[in-house]
């Protein structure tokens, strides 16, 4: 086990964006870490970097204490599980969870050993006989998990191991990875681009746009306090709601509605607009006058939870009309589509973005 420091680590294909930015990051001893963002983000190719599969253009990467920026792929003492199983067909599952060991030219008693402890811990135990073809997709990707644990490596490097497998497959897979990997305590960077994979798995995570690392943190604290627009947008399902406002003497208003702002919020301004971020569980029915006067477009029944989606229609502070906004609303008597309700946010739940820059002004 090790840690991961990425120092300035640079990638540059054609063109003169980078791919990945200079990449400032260090992960922890035994720390599971979440790489995600949108497609094009950079994240699968901070993995590879890492695991050796792409060059590191400037800067430099570090397991441990030992610089491995220009070491081949096969020093580097990492297991890669990838988007696809690459499994050998004709080979047996112990076969193919064996196969790396094979090569490398260990006892055959060491594998066989090696193996059953995998797969009992991943309860493959019964299938270990038996070709690819017979397994399901999530039997599947528990083999390719085997390969990779049978090596004992420092580091896990998983890229979107779980984009193949059905909605209800996935949710039970993350769960069984992220057991494993506390039970494993083995240094590990996950790529997705699901924030709820994310969420719910990491130890931390680690939001990228455009190459250039946005803000690593908990999944909590980052849920709570956004480093800035973009992640305030992509954390969280369903996204934070984001209105930009002209500031006013006091506070912001949409149409009759105002809510007064600190002057220290204010002062963090460094432009005339404020961008207002409302999470749609921090938005209220209220009574008429007292909030925002919201048309209903479809609400979305969840049996635990429902979720309005609607359009503000007043205002005219110069905010693009219709607005769109989601609030979280009681699952067993949610409003109607078509009815008018009024919305207002509660006072501690509201942040605040300099629309200019982007970033979170703290208040």
């Not at 870490?33 to 497609?39: D, I, N, T």
């Not at 193919?96 to 094979?102: E, P």
């Not at 191991?161 to 039970?172: M, W, Y």
Request: with cysteine.
């Amino acid at each position: 086990m090790a840690t991961v420091t990425f120092e300035k680590a640079t990638r540059r294909y054609a063109g003169d964006r980078p791919a990945v930015d200079a990449l400032d990051l260090e992960i922890g001893d035994g720390e599971f870490l979440v790489l995600v963002g949108p497609s094009g983000c950079g994240k699968s190719t901070s993995l590879r970097m890492l695991a050796g599969l792409e060059p590191v253009d400037e800067g430099s990467i570090r397991i441990g204490d030992r610089d491995v920026t220009h070491v081949d792929p096969s020093g580097r003492d990492i297991a890669m599980v990838f988007q696809t199983y690459a499994l050998y067909p004709h080979m047996t599952v112990a076969g193919n969870m064996g196969f790396a060991l094979k090569i490398a030219g260990r006892p055959k008693d060491e594998i066989d050993q090696r193996v059953r402890e995998a797969a009992k811990i991943l309860d493959l135990t019964e299938y270990l006989d038996r070709k690819p073809k017979a397994l399901s997709g999530g039997q599947r990707q528990r083999v390719a998990m085997g390969r990779a644990i049978v090596r004992n490596p420092q580091v896990f490097c998983m890229d979107e191991p779980l984009s193949n497998l059905d909605a209800k497959l996935r949710v039970a897979t993350r769960t069984q990875i992220a057991s494993l990997q506390r039970r494993l305590a083995v240094t590990t960077v996950y790529v997705t681009h699901d924030q709820v994979e994310a969420m719910t798995m990491g130890d931390r995570v680690a939001v990228l746009k455009d190459g250039i690392l946005q803000q690593v943190d908990t999944p909590r604290a980052m849920y709570d306090h956004p480093a800035n627009m973009f992640v305030a947008g992509f954390i969280g399902s369903p996204a934070m709601n984001l209105i930009t406002l002209p500031m006013q003497e006091g506070g912001v208003r949409f149409g009759s509605w105002a809510m007064p702002v600190a002057r220290s919020t204010q002062d963090g301004l460094t432009g005339a607009d404020v961008s207002v971020g409302v999470r749609p569980e921090a938005l209220q029915l209220v009574g008429a006058g007292d909030g925002i006067p919201v048309t209903v477009e479809l609400v979305e029944e969840l049996g635990s939870d429902a979720f309005l989606h609607g359009s503000i229609q007043g205002g005219d502070e110069g905010v693009a009309h219709p607005t769109l906004v989601v609030a979280r609303v009681n699952p067993k008597n949610p409003p109607a589509k078509g009815e008018t309700v009024h919305l207002a946010p509660s006072q501690p739940d509201v942040h605040y973005f300099d629309t200019a820059t982007g970033l979170r002004i703290p208040g």
